[in-house]
């Protein structure tokens, strides 16, 4: 790598303030807010609005939508057109 043209990379908690939950990953993310982690140090925290804990695709909540009957519907609707 060149020097002196990567951001820092370094540890940072991940806080998902809607389902409560945090992890600490390592990311060139900063911050000024800080957190006192599980292991007593103290590293910088940013604030994330979704993540894999709230997130619908993960937790299995996601709505299915029907797609199967939605061409034979609109072909019902307004028919079939003829091919050339």
């Not at 945090?22 to 982690?37: E, H, M, N, Q």
């Amino acid at each position: 790598m060149k020097p002196d043209i990567h951001p820092p990379y370094g540890p940072v908690v991940f806080r998902d303030r809607a389902a409560d939950h945090a992890f600490l990953t390592r990311s060139t993310a900063t911050s000024d807010k800080t957190i006192v982690w599980e292991d007593g140090v103290t590293y910088p925290v940013v604030d994330v609005e979704i993540s894999h804990v709230s997130h619908p695709f993960y937790t299995g909540t996601a709505r299915v939508l029907d797609t199967a009957g939605r061409v034979e519907r609109f072909e019902r609707r307004y028919g079939r057109r003829a091919t050339r």
